[in-house]
């Protein structure tokens, strides 16, 4: 059983390196997304995720949604799980 565990990714706060919004509305890969998807390999059973996942104190829920799906997609496309 294969299992990829993740915390601290403040989906929401503009300094993320995993993907955040851009200024125009954009959602992007954020710099440290390709080294997170070498460490994580693919195949998992189960991604464990630890907490301070999305950051409503810096951004609104809808914004927070939108770059935290927009990770979860690239999980799903990239065979992570």
Same mark, same amino acid.
């Given at each position: 059983?294969?299992?990829?565990?993740?915390? @601290?990714?403040?989906?929401?706060?503009p300094e993320c390196t995993l993907?955040?919004? @851009?200024?125009f509305g954009n959602i992007k890969d954020g710099c440290n997304l390709p080294a997170f998807f070498d460490s994580v390999g693919k195949?998992?059973?189960?991604?464990?995720?630890?907490?301070?996942?999305? @950051?409503?104190a810096i951004n609104d829920y809808e914004h927070v949604y939108k770059?935290?799906?927009?990770?979860?997609?690239?999980?799903?496309?990239?065979?992570?799980i």
């Open positions: 059983m294969r299992f990829a565990v993740i915390s @601290d990714t403040h989906f929401g706060d993907a955040y919004m @851009d200024s195949d998992n059973d189960f991604i464990i995720i630890l907490g301070d996942m999305l @950051d409503f770059i935290a799906r927009h990770f979860f997609m690239h999980l799903k496309q990239q065979g992570v």
